[in-house]
């Protein structure tokens, strides 16, 4: 089992920036990628961003690039999200979540642990 802790959402003006973190516990050992995935009211869960757990590669939707930046520490066990140049659009529930397979996935159904969620609000 793995465990996801997410913090760091909150409410901001369009323009500005948060930093979400997502610390995982339990069996990390089996993580082989960790993702951000959001939702706003009334949508389906959406992929936001992905990095390896263990190397280098990132992973973005197209609406958030070049805005957002995922990044890991794993002496922490900690997973990132920078959000810069927030819109309105951009308000939902953010979740962290990891994969244990291995290929990155982009869709909800590839990964296998969940975090509560983070709720960003942001107004224009």
């Known amino acids: 089992q793995v465990q996801l802790v997410e913090s760091g959402g909150g409410l901001v003006q369009a323009g500005g920036s948060l930093r979400l973190s997502c610390v995982a516990s339990g069996r990390t050992y089996s993580i082989n990628y960790m993702g951000w995935f959001r939702q706003a009211p009334g949508k389906e869960r959406e992929f936001v961003a992905a990095?390896?757990?263990?190397?280098?590669?990132?992973y973005y939707t197209d609406s958030v690039k070049g805005r957002f930046t995922i990044s890991r520490d794993n002496a922490k066990n900690t997973v990132y999200l920078q959000m810069n140049s927030l819109k309105p659009e951009d308000t939902a529930v953010y979740y962290c979540?990891?994969?244990?397979?291995?290929?990155?996935?982009?869709?909800?159904?590839?990964?296998?642990?969940w975090g509560q969620g983070t709720q960003v609000t942001v107004s224009s």
């Open positions: 979540a990891a994969r244990t397979k291995v290929g990155i996935a982009t869709n909800a159904a590839g990964y296998d642990y």
């Open positions: 990095i390896r757990w263990s190397g280098i590669s990132t």
